[in-house]
């Protein structure tokens, strides 16, 4: 019982340690970045931001990025795309790439989860719907979700991105 409590106590930690950072200045959380909105209000699509993210437990075998607008339930829960990473073997710190919205063609080591569900809305296609709503101060965020090789989740967080 004793050493049950402890794998158990030492997963939760784990999963509190991961840690997520923007490596690109422009992205600060608060605001999305003018440059990174979808085609509808900028000269192209905008892409996800490129990411840090240490801590990642050594099991972890793929990261699935669900890409969200919590203000509007419609897009929310992967309705902006949902994205896997296939994490590089015995690595606790990566550096994920961006990638432009409103297309299919993805950067090594990625794979297709759901395409953005914004076409129902007449959006272009693609995996990933960069932020979409004109302004409107919508919050949009990224569930970042670790897992091993059977796909079980080992260390879940939220990345806010910004107001748009």
């Known amino acids: 019982m004793i050493i049950l409590g402890s794998i158990l106590l030492y997963s939760s930690l784990t999963a509190a340690d991961l840690k997520v950072d923007f490596l690109d200045k ?3 959380g608060v605001n999305i970045p003018r440059d990174e909105v979808c085609s509808n209000y900028n000269i192209e699509a905008g892409s ?3 990411l840090r993210i240490s801590n990642i437990p050594s099991n972890g075998s793929k990261i699935i990025f ?3 607008d919590k203000t ?3 897009m929310d829960n992967g309705g902006h ?6 994490i590089p073997k015995n690595s606790t710190t990566i550096e994920i790439p961006s990638l432009i919205g409103e297309s299919f063609e993805l950067k090594d080591g990625f794979k297709i989860v759901q395409a953005h569900t914004g076409i129902r809305f007449n959006k272009t296609a693609g995996a990933y719907l960069a932020p979409c709503s004109g302004g409107k101060n919508n919050t949009y965020s990224v569930n970042i979700n670790i897992v091993d090789d059977t796909n079980k989740s080992i260390a879940v967080t939220e990345l806010i991105l910004g107001k748009f």
């Open 81 to 86: 795309g949902i994205i896997s990473y296939d």
């Open 72 to 74: 509007f339930k419609q």
């Open 26 to 28: 422009k992205w600060d």
């Open 66 to 68: 669900t890409y969200n």
């Open 48 to 50: 996800t931001p490129s």
